[in-house]
């Protein structure tokens, strides 16, 4: 972390007094200003440029940070913009290295210092209306944001088709996005013109679009699978199953509740997958013993819980907790992998359960297979991308498949028709024949 001088902070703090900052949050303002300059000297971004301030913030998301703090530490870098026009002293030492330098736009453009507050609470509120996942209010949030950088804090009103033409090019040209990293952009800034701005892109013509590559999935063998299986501790080993299994989401597995599982049937019941779906899926009958054991771990942990005065019972979705205010510490409500640690909820002198967080898990992941001698790369996806190989090379239908995975379009699916090897004869024969 680079030292700032000490008339920066000075004069910073000056400027703290002078835009009547909550005094109480003087120390935050300083915080994220340092944590913004230490950030363009480590990667050779401009101190002044409207796009740095765009990168720290998606810098910022990446690391989990929540959106108010986000937005203050935008607020905190604005003003020492502003701090910066009225002084030469504003940047620290040592200056960036010329070599160092990020492809930005340039430099002429300056900023035009137009507040997106407003417009970025509408479109978190046009998201929840929805009723869109939370990581589609990251998604969506974080590229307003970007966006937002990208046209210097051009003003809401004077945005038009074109801004949305040369930041597409840029992110195809200058960033080298992948295609479908471009095209997630797209949608979130359609989302936000015809939502939050009331406006229609029209036809959005010669952008530049980042070429989009064949992509074959990894698989691996059940022999692999078990290998990995083999150095994971419980309960991620119990995960990886359900993730093989029934061939589930990272995110799905770990959103499973106790009332998803129905034993005597051998049925579990995926509840607001992706895209708001339900559907269900056999459940393996080897894993019947371990899912029992699994659900005594979870009514321990709800007793011990039940006993602390300030716990106020698990996160629910939605508004159920308004319909039935008891469902929190109920069991069957309870998260079928609960988080070692309660959480304490902002704002509320009480205690919660939350879920598995899904960076354990891919790190227990990550650690089983590099203990290991595969030559494969294995994620939390790569046991549901096996799931549906295996299924296809034991001959069940694609339909079947599709249907089991939760796709929407049999198109998605056929991918996996490139993982498995093809068995047909080089010489074609009437059936007539066989």
Known sequence: MITLPKALLDKYDDWLEREAVDANRHGEHRKWLRYYLDFCHKYGNGYLDELSLGLFAEKLQDKGQH???IEEASRAVRLYYRMAGETKDALPTPACEPERISKLPPATMK??????????TRLREEIRIRHYSAKTLSS???????????????????????????YLTWLAVERDVAASTQNQSFNALLFFY???????????????RAKRRKYVPVVLSREEIDIVLSKLEPPFDLVVKLLYGCGLRISECLDLRVNAFNLEMGVLTIHDGKGGKDRTVPLPETLVPAIRSQLEVVRSILDQDLSTESFAGTFLPHALERKYPKAPTEFIWQWFFPAILLTKVSGANEFRRYHLHVSHVNKAIKAASDSTTLTKRVTAHTFRHSFASHLLQANYDIRTIQELLGHSDVQTTMIYTHTVKSSTKKEPRSPLDF
């Open 67 to 69: 959106p108010f703090q």
């Open 111 to 120: 900023s035009e210092g137009a507040s997106w507050v407003g417009e970025l």
């Open 140 to 166: 969506y949030y974080g590229w307003a944001r970007k966006f937002q950088a990208f046209v210097r804090s051009k003003s809401p009103t004077l945005l038009d088709t074109d801004d949305v033409k040369r």
């Open 194 to 208: 015809r939502h939050v701005l009331g406006k229609e892109f029209g036809k959005v013509d010669g952008v530049v």
